[in-house]
Structures are given as C-alpha cells and as structure tokens.
C-alpha cells in the first residue's frame, strides 16, 4: 500500500500565520489591478478604434442608410473606454490566473502542480479560442440573418451600448463554454465521476448543450446552435484527452 504524497511543506518554523496569507493576498490583487490599469491607460487612447473593429461584424451587414445609434447622452464617450477596460482585463488574463497560481501553487501536491499549470494554460487557451470563435464565426452569422430578416420599412439601427452588452456576453457565453474539456477533465480526475458514466450520460449532455445555448445566448436560433455544437464537441474532447487522469482500472 503507497503512502499519499506529502505536501511541499515550508521549512518548520516558517509556517504563515493566517494574516501573512491575507498580506500576500492583498499584493498579488493589488499586482493583477495595476497591470489591468496600466495596459488600460495604453488601450485608451485607441478606444474609439477598439470599438470600431469590434463593431466590424455588424457594421458590415447593416444597409447603406443605416448605422449605429447612442441613445444615452454619455454613451459615445463611456462606451468606447468601457471596452478599453473590458480589452484590458481580457489582455491581462494570463497574468492575473499566473498571480492565482502562485498564491495557491504552496499548498498544492507535487502531482497536482504538475498536472493543474498545464491545465490552467489550457484553459486560458480554450478562453481565448472561445471568444474568437464568437467573434469570427458567430457574429457574422448572427448579423447577417437578423439584417436579412428585418421587415419591410424597418431600419436595423442598433445603439452602441446594447451592442457593446450583447458581444460581450457572447464573448463570455462562449470562452465558458470552451472550458467544457476543463470541467470533464476535473471531474473525472477529482474522482467525482468517470469516463465511462460520463460517456453514458452523452444524450442527456447533446440536451442539456442546447439548454446553455439557449440560456446564455441571444434569442435566435442560430448563435445557440452554434454555442450547442461546439459544447457536444469539447465534450467529446474531453472524455478523449480525460483518459491519463482516469482513476478507473
């Protein structure tokens, strides 16, 4: 019978008190503000220009008498800088989840320090990957069939806001979705479940796919098909890549 791993523990007598940990918690938050500020204040500048490229997607379907629209009196000025801000959190993810590790790597096993920092690059990645695919793929479908569907005499003219609001949580909507080969590779390492249960629960998975894209995508028909599909597909990827995690003999 093998004994546990042991813990890296710190040499005796180094052991942080409770307040040490919250110190040390304090000053990788206040690390992850300054850098998300500092990459702000550089985006700034070219907020409007951020904007403009976000709006591409849109911009290139609207009819020639139609443009975007800013209801509120202070829109055209917050929104471009709300997305600077939202571009800086993005941009400085890496560095933000690599200040949790750190934090948390000390108390971890050697085993899992081995396995989680792949998975935590992993699922950064697949963040990215999913926002994207949002993005690139989503948002050109999504546009196009709503402007193509508009009634007769309708001008689609859509305020900066709103639309600011709807990418962002397609942007968020799809770079969790993309976490789903994460989540399956936890829950079978965890020993919470395994692979073959899982692989059992695949009808029940395909549904329950189409409920998130329906949950957590605007409400047409297209963007929650193209949330759906890829959720059943990550799934499948990760009861593929779940195999050296597998506690099951």
């Known amino acids: 019978m093998t004994t546990p791993p042991e813990r890296e523990a710190e040499p005796e007598g180094q052991e942080q008190p409770f307040i040490a940990h919250l110190i040390e918690l304090r000053s990788r938050l206040l690390k992850i503000i300054a850098v998300v500020l500092v990459v702000f204040l550089g985006l700034a500048p070219f907020a409007d220009q951020l904007y403009t490229y976000l709006a591409g997607p849109l911009l290139k379907y609207l009819p020639e008498q139609s443009s975007m629209i800013a209801i509120d009196v202070a829109s055209p000025f917050l929104t471009p800088f709300k997305l600077a801000l939202v571009a800086a959190i993005f941009a400085t993810m890496p560095f933000s989840l690599y200040?949790?590790?750190?934090?948390?790597?000390?108390?971890?096993?050697?085993?899992?320090?081995?396995?989680?920092?792949?998975?935590?690059?992993?699922?950064?990645?697949?963040?990215?990957a999913g926002a994207a695919f949002a993005y690139?793929?989503?948002?050109?479908?999504?546009?196009?069939?709503?402007?193509?569907?508009?009634?007769?005499?309708?001008?689609?003219?859509?305020?900066i806001s709103r639309y600011l609001d709807f990418v962002l949580t397609l942007f968020f909507a799809f770079g969790v979705a993309f976490e789903v080969p994460i989540a399956t590779i936890l829950l079978i390492w965890s020993g919470i479940t395994t692979r073959k249960a899982l692989a059992a629960k695949r009808p029940y998975v395909i549904v329950a796919a189409f409920v998130i894209g329906m949950l957590l995508t605007p409400p047409d028909v297209i963007s929650q098909t193209l949330l759906a599909v890829p959720v059943w597909l990550l799934y499948e990827l990760g009861l593929l890549f779940s195999r050296p995690f597998a506690r099951e003999t």
């Not at 200040?99 to 697949?126: C, D, M």
């Open 99 to 128: 200040q949790i590790w750190v934090f948390v790597a000390p108390g971890l096993y050697r085993h899992e320090k081995r396995l989680l920092l792949p998975l935590l690059a992993a699922s950064t990645v697949l963040f990215y």
């Open 136 to 159: 690139f793929v989503v948002l050109p479908l999504v546009f196009q069939f709503m402007t193509a569907t508009a009634p007769l005499g309708v001008s689609v003219m859509t305020d």
